[in-house]
């Protein structure tokens, strides 16, 4: 049986950048809402007619600041997802919301239009955390919104970003205990990065602005682990905790290296041994689909060996692991192609691996060490 599909839909407009954010977002003050319903149904359209007699498990609308979307578009994209494939009867659709762009009767119109699940892009609930974030909405704004959130949705998931300059431990545990207290099923926690070409970025290389080291980052990562896992929301990907049942059905289809059709400005997606890619600029995005019937900038044949590598990659961020056995049966190749035994049966016996017949998966103990890891047992070529 051939496995459903997930959707993801790019919606790229914002109400100002942020300066941790490397994402595909963009300032606009007019949109166009009726021809930007237009493009996207149409780029919809032409996936649809690449990948017939698939079913849809779950669709993600992204950003950007889809909260930004008529909940009219919202509807009409499910809509016409649920005709051109069908969706599952427990099909996910989440959609990713800002606490200052959203008010409740957004949400109640949101949950009309199909929308099922919202992550809430919180990040703190920290008056100057959130300045020097970028943010604008308050710690009581993004209260509200979970609270209205939790009234219309089934399933609430929250983002917060901690590992931040300073951060203690003890500061960070008050700030994730106050957290956990608002009870919803998924948490996305966020250790700060600093991105190429982003605000942070600039500041970091004039030695403005500096994140904690390792060790301190590593303190930082054990007491979430610690704090979650006794909420009843243990970690399931690096940075993602949910209550058993609840993780993001979407996400997994990413990690577990499933077919995913991306539409929208940037978007990119995984299905029929291709990657593709839309044209990133909203301008750009819009005189393709008019040219062409649809967005896409690139379309690429993935070889089996970089399909497989791509399965591992992902795959192993998560605390299942990977089925070495799915990814040679996608993949066409012998777990010996993509798959260092030697050095997996080392790291094994270091506890920092688990390998129980076809299921490998990084332990607790090597977490830390994932990217490490990966170089040491993925073999690319």
């Not at 250790?191 to 930082?220: M, S, Y």
Request: aromatic share 8%.
């Amino acid at each position: 049986m051939t496995e459903p599909l997930a959707l993801y839909v790019h919606w790229p407009f914002c109400v100002s950048k942020c300066p941790y954010c490397d994402f595909n977002s963009h300032v606009r003050e007019q949109v166009d809402q009726t021809a930007w319903r237009a493009a996207l149904l149409a780029d919809l359209r032409h996936e649809a007619a690449l990948l017939p007699g698939r079913s849809v498990s779950s669709i993600f609308f992204g950003g950007g600041t889809p909260s930004l979307m008529p909940p009219e578009t919202v509807a009409a994209l499910i809509a016409e997802a649920d005709a051109a494939w069908g969706l599952t009867a427990d099909c996910e659709i989440t959609l990713e919301a800002n606490p200052n762009s959203v008010e409740v009767a957004n949400f109640a119109a949101l949950a009309s239009a199909g929308v099922n699940r919202v992550s809430i892009g919180v990040q703190s609930f920290e008056r100057e955390v959130l300045e020097f974030l970028g943010r604008a909405h308050s710690g009581d704004e993004a209260r509200r919104a979970i609270a209205a959130a939790q009234a219309h949705f089934a399933r609430v998931s929250f983002d917060l970003i901690y590992a931040r300059p300073g951060q203690s431990v003890a500061a960070w545990e008050a700030e994730l205990n106050a957290a956990l207290g608002f009870g919803t099923g998924h948490l996305s926690l966020y250790q700060l990065t600093i991105e190429p070409g982003t605000r942070f970025a600039t500041l970091a290389a004039k030695g403005d602005l500096v994140i904690p080291d390792g060790d301190a980052a590593a303190d930082l990562f054990d007491a979430t682990q610690a704090m979650t896992r006794a909420a009843g929301l243990p970690r399931y990907e690096v940075s993602n905790h949910a209550r058993p049942g609840e993780e993001s059905r979407h996400n997994l289809t990413y990690w577990r290296y499933g077919d995913y059709a991306g539409i929208g400005p940037g978007a990119h997606g995984r299905r029929l041994c291709q990657a593709t890619e839309r044209h990133r600029k909203p301008e750009n995005f819009l005189s393709a689909v008019e040219r062409n019937g649809h967005g896409l900038k690139v379309e690429t044949d993935l070889p089996a060996q970089e399909r497989a590598t791509e399965a591992m990659l992902m795959g192993l961020r998560l605390t299942e692991g990977v089925d070495l056995a799915r990814i040679e049966a996608r993949s066409g190749l012998p777990r010996a192609a993509f798959l260092d035994t030697g050095a997996t049966e080392r790291l094994a016996g270091q506890g920092l691996l688990a390998l129980d017949g076809d299921r490998l998966a990084v332990t607790d103990a090597g977490i830390l060490l994932l990217d490490s890891i990966l170089s040491e047992v993925v073999r690319t070529g």
